[in-house]
Structure formats: structure tokens, C-alpha cells
């Protein structure tokens, strides 16, 4: 790791998220399949180290660089991806839960209670408004619906089923009041700059994770409520797919990890419909999505493994000891967002 090169930005847990729910999904195919329970938990280690040596490394940076962690935790954009801590820990504490239920569930309570603050205090931001509608990506899911949808999943693995209701109806109606603004700000306004661009990645996440969800806090045969968002999943897949090579004119960087949630959690929600009895087309695509899932994701780690090889993974720290990491320094290359900041 070069010298020159600065702290880990929170959107790095990004990594850590689409690493852990891969595990998860592969915990599920073991269950359904009967795959090679090795594989499975090559996975799981894997994404875990990944999670601890991100923890350890954010943590490090508001003892070292406490500025350079607050400006991000302030910033309009990449606020936003802080949210992927608790998010991230919220997964680890399910991985866990099986080998270590103490130590899981204190992850849990200490992620369920940090994502809560952090979302209301995010939230509060939007409702106080000056918000630069050039800064308005899908990102701001992550602090209520990612946040919200996750806890409710595991507040479901840990037995609080009334807790997770709670915090599903939150994500939920979060999602729907997002969206909207969210399309808005694409449709009106100018295109999002090539920075920003694999953000979108986040669109198909609340679908696929909200139904991760869903199935989690219920039981029987799957209802027209999570074949509906199955459905919309899929077709957020689609429109991303369609919408991929101008998402690609900007250069692999570790915010292409966005995908790797929903990439992730579309299989994992369509084989936990095939395992509560769905039939049909669902039962033959669910082997597709895994096949397709696990090449996406591995795309994405055999890339940052080349940076990091490369010693370009972390900004350079002239980057990131202003408002912002990486990320941000290449939106201000736009000089719309540079005066939005």
C-alpha cells in the first residue's frame, strides 16, 4: 500500500456488503442444492476478512484523520455510504450467528441501533433541504431502505419478528417516497456525470433486498407481494443492463461494487422462493441468476484486486483530505457538482 495514497473511504464497505451477501446467498444454494458446504464457507471467511479489515481500517481513520471521516460523514453524496457500516455489520452478524451467537448478537444490536441513528440523521438532512439536485443518486437509499430492509432480515435471523416488521415498514415506505425523487432528478435534469455513474448500481437493490426481507419475516407459500417484487427486481435488472454501457464510460473503480448488492440478493430472493415451494419460470431462472451472480461479483473482486495490486485501490491522499474520498474527487472534475460542493 503506497504511502501517498490516503484512508478508506466509507463507500469501500460496499465491498464488504456485495462479499457478505454473496456468503449469505451461497448459504442458502448449500441449503437448497445440496452444493459443496466448502465452497460456502471459503465464501463466508473470505467476505468476513474483508469486513474486519475494512472495520479496522474506517475505525483508524476517524482516530487518525477525524476531518477528512467528519467531511465525509457531512457530505451530500458520500454521506450517504456511511450507511454501509452498520449495513455490512448487520450481514456479518448473520454469518456469524451460527458459530458465535454472543458475539452475532451483539453486532446486531449495535448495528440495528447505529443504523437507525444514522438514518434519522441523514433523513433530517434531505427534510432541511438545499440539496443540489446534481447530488441526488440512488445512494441515498442506503442510510432508510438498505438500512431498513437488512435490519429487518436480521432482526428475523435473531427471532425479533415484530421488531423486523417495524423496521421493513420503514425501508418500505422510505423506498417508495425515494424513488420518486430519485427518477426526478434522472429524467429532468442533467445526465448524472461519468463519476457518478456507478451509483445506479444501487437501483437494483431495494427490490431483491426488500424481498430478502419479506420472505424472512414470513412464512408459507410465497405471496403475490414477493413475486411482485421479484418482478421489479428483474426489471431493474433489465433497465441497468440497458443502461450499462453508459454506466461504463467510467473506468472500473471500486464504486462499481453499488451492483453487487442487488446482484446478490436477486438470487438469494429467487431461491428462497423456490425453497418455499415456487414453481414454474422462477425455478429454472434461479440457477441462471446464481451462475450470473457469482461471475459478476467475481468480476468485480479480480478487478480491485488489480488495483490494489497496482497500488491504486485507496485515493491519493491529496484526494482524500478534503470534503471527500475518491469518489468525490472525481465528480468535481464536473464543474456543476465541483459548485454544488
Known amino acids: 500500500m503506497n504511502s501517498n495514497r490516503g484512508a478508506v473511504p466509507a463507500g469501500f464497505f460496499g465491498i464488504a456488503v456485495g462479499s457478505l451477501a454473496l456468503a449469505n446467498l451461497w448459504r442458502v444454494a448449500i441449503r437448497l442444492w445440496q452444493l459443496p458446504a466448502v465452497v460456502g464457507s471459503a465464501v463466508t471467511v473470505a467476505a468476513l476478512a474483508v469486513w474486519v479489515i475494512l472495520?479496522?481500517?474506517?475505525?483508524?481513520?476517524?482516530?487518525?484523520?477525524?476531518?477528512?471521516?467528519?467531511?465525509?460523514?457531512?457530505?451530500?453524496?458520500?454521506?450517504?455510504?456511511?450507511?454501509?457500516?452498520?449495513?455490512?455489520?448487520?450481514?456479518?452478524?448473520?454469518?456469524?450467528?451460527?458459530?458465535?451467537?454472543?458475539?452475532?448478537?451483539?453486532?446486531?444490536?449495535?448495528?440495528?441501533?447505529?443504523?437507525?441513528?444514522?438514518?434519522?440523521?441523514?433523513?433530517?438532512?434531505?427534510?432541511?433541504?438545499?440539496?443540489?439536485?446534481?447530488?441526488?443518486?440512488?445512494?441515498?437509499?442506503?442510510?432508510?431502505?438498505?438500512?431498513?430492509?437488512?435490519?429487518?432480515?436480521?432482526?428475523?435471523?435473531?427471532?425479533?419478528?415484530?421488531?423486523?416488521?417495524?423496521?421493513?415498514?420503514?425501508?418500505?415506505?422510505?423506498?417508495?417516497?425515494?424513488?420518486?425523487?430519485?427518477?426526478?432528478r434522472a429524467a429532468v435534469h442533467e445526465p448524472l456525470p461519468e463519476a457518478l455513474r456507478p451509483t445506479l448500481g444501487v437501483q437494483l437493490a431495494p427490490p431483491v433486498v426488500g424481498g430478502v426481507a419479506y420472505l424472512s419475516l414470513t412464512t408459507g407459500t410465497p405471496d403475490l407481494f414477493a413475486y411482485a417484487l421479484l418482478g421489479y427486481g428483474l426489471y431493474q435488472a433489465l433497465m441497468l443492463l440497458r443502461l450499462l454501457p453508459w454506466i461504463r464510460q467510467q473506468a472500473f473503480v471500486p464504486g462499481y461494487w453499488a451492483f453487487s448488492f442487488g446482484v446478490a440478493a436477486l438470487p438469494t430472493m429467487a431461491l428462497r422462493l423456490v425453497e418455499r415451494g415456487a414453481t414454474g419460470p422462477i425455478e429454472f431462472a434461479a440457477p441462471v441468476l446464481f451462475v450470473v451472480s457469482n461471475a459478476i461479483i467475481a468480476i468485480l473482486a479480480v478487478k480491485t484486486l488489480q488495483l490494489l495490486v497496482q497500488g491504486k485501490l485507496l485515493p491519493p491522499v491529496a484526494a482524500s483530505s478534503s470534503a471527500a474520498a475518491a469518489p468525490v474527487r472525481q465528480v468535481a472534475t464536473a464543474a456543476r457538482i465541483a459548485r454544488a460542493q
Open 55 to 184: 472495520l479496522f481500517g474506517y475505525a483508524h481513520k476517524w482516530f487518525a484523520q477525524t476531518a477528512d471521516a467528519r467531511a465525509e460523514l457531512d457530505h451530500p453524496v458520500q454521506s450517504s455510504f456511511v450507511a454501509l457500516v452498520p449495513i455490512s455489520t448487520l450481514l456479518a452478524a448473520q454469518l456469524l450467528q451460527p458459530y458465535a451467537h454472543t458475539l452475532a448478537l451483539t453486532l446486531y444490536g449495535i448495528a440495528a441501533v447505529g443504523q437507525l441513528g444514522l438514518g434519522v440523521y441523514l433523513q433530517g438532512k434531505l427534510w432541511q433541504g438545499g440539496r443540489k439536485p446534481e447530488l441526488t443518486t440512488p445512494a441515498i437509499y442506503l442510510p432508510t431502505v438498505g438500512s431498513g430492509f437488512v435490519a429487518a432480515a436480521s432482526s428475523a435471523a435473531f427471532g425479533f419478528h415484530q421488531l423486523g416488521a417495524l423496521f421493513f415498514g420503514g425501508g418500505m415506505l422510505a423506498w417508495l417516497a425515494l424513488e420518486s425523487m430519485i427518477l426526478h
